[in-house]
């Protein structure tokens, strides 16, 4: 039974690990019809070239019919938090009214061996500007009823004066009208995999547990469960 319990142990570490690791790696691409897959939730994004100078309201004109909505403020934070746009000092919140900024900078934080923003940029789609380049798109589904959403935006590599920065990321609070487009902004569309068409997947969980994992923990249980029997006996 020691034993037992010492791979079941095993199998939790392992699993643990593996949902935790690689959440850039998740991301893909689908160059032939600008699809951005997360292959943990099954959560797609369009890419944000596809929509770039649209409003929310021609975006969903155009695709609303193949299933796309607009990414929930919860959608948002997730995809920010999955890429480490915040560089480990917060986590990005799905509070529409907040003002979040992640400015970075070398000599205050390490850059990972493959750099997040650019990654993103490659993914989501990039504009050209005199400091780098950057990605922005409106998003939300605007909870306090003020007929306003909001712009996330990933900046890779510029620099101010003297100084280097990695990155600059922000999400604006809610300001701008879904009925008018922003200049050099995408529109955020998202959907889900699944059969049934819920795009419910995040849900303002930033780490959520696997199967494997659900699956080793209960394996913890029932080998204690055990154990317990055998000393009463």
Request: proline fraction near 2%.
């Amino acid at each position: 039974m020691k034993r037992s319990i010492q791979l079941a142990l095993s199998a939790f570490l392992l699993t643990t690990s593996s949902a935790q690791a690689g959440l850039i790696s998740d991301y893909s691409l689908n160059e032939a019809t600008n699809i951005v897959t997360d292959s943990t939730t099954g959560l797609e994004w369009l890419r944000w070239t596809e929509t770039h100078s649209m409003s929310i309201d021609d975006a969903l004109d155009i695709y609303g019919a193949q299933g796309w909505e607009v990414a929930t403020n919860e959608q948002a934070a997730n995809l920010f938090n999955d890429f480490d746009l915040a560089y480990g000092e917060f986590l990005w919140d799905a509070d529409e009214e907040t003002a979040q900024v992640a400015d970075v900078y070398s000599g205050v934080a390490v850059e990972l061996p493959v750099d997040r923003e650019l990654r993103f940029i490659e993914l989501f789609g990039h504009y050209e500007h005199s400091d780098g380049t950057w990605a922005s798109a409106l998003f939300g589904t605007d909870k306090n009823n003020n007929g306003l959403v909001n712009l996330m935006s990933v900046n890779n590599g510029y620099a101010i004066s003297d100084t280097e920065f990695f990155g600059f990321n922000f999400m604006d609070p809610d300001l701008f009208s879904g009925s008018e487009p922003m200049g050099g902004a995408g529109v955020a569309l998202v959907r889900s995999l699944e059969a049934d068409g819920d795009n419910n997947n995040n849900d303002g969980d930033f780490i959520s547990v696997s199967e494997p994992v659900t699956g080793a923990l209960l394996g913890l249980a029932l080998a204690g469960m055990g154990a317990r029997r055998l000393r009463r006996k």
